[in-house]
């Protein structure tokens, strides 16, 4: 009798997860097509897109890919946050800009804190856009476990 010796390369049907993953050339995980037809790295990307409106558009669209439900989540918090940050900010520095001295003076300050914002936000735009379509499900700081929370298919 001969028995079939398993290799190390090769693995039982039984320790095969339930939906094999596809690699992507940058060493990610995709999980294929999403919903929408697109690869789940594209999807994941495109819902960074135009921040909050195409996160929101991926996150209720995509119910069974919960890759794209994550992206489409955490756009939606990051790039949403930021731009109430923004409003915030700039009725924060209308009301100061009426106090004399001191309100200059917090106003010139927080100016300086909203003319850099603009482009780490557009750093994070691009860096968010780029971990997706590599399949990567990259989690920022704060947002991110807020997002993985609201992120499971339904």
């Given amino acids: 009798m001969t028995s079939k010796q398993n290799t190390p390369n090769e693995q039982d049907d039984e320790t095969q997860t339930e939906h094999d993953a596809d690699v992507d050339e940058g060493g990610g995980e995709t999980e294929g097509a999403s919903g929408t037809g697109l690869d789940s790295n594209v999807a994941g990307a495109l819902s960074y897109l135009l921040g909050p409106i195409t996160g929101i558009l991926f996150y209720l669209v995509e ?3 919960e890759f794209v439900r994550f ?3 955490q756009s939606t918090i990051v790039f949403g946050g930021l731009f109430v940050l923004s409003i915030g900010m700039t009725v924060l520095l209308t ?3 009426v106090i ?5 003076i917090a ?3 927080l100016g300086i804190v909203s003319i850099l ?3 780490v936000a557009f750093v994070a735009w691009l860096f968010l856009m780029y971990k997706a379509y590599q399949g990567s499900e990259y ?3 704060i947002a991110g ?9 339904k």
């Fill in 63 to 65: 119910d069974d890919d």
């Fill in 71 to 73: 992206h489409g989540a």
């Fill in 95 to 97: 009301v100061l800009a």
């Fill in 100 to 104: 004399p001295v001191v309100g200059w």
């Fill in 107 to 109: 106003g010139a300050l």
């Fill in 117 to 119: 914002l603009a482009p």
């Fill in 139 to 141: 989690s920022v700081p």
């Fill in 145 to 153: 476990p807020y997002a993985r929370k609201y992120a499971p298919a």
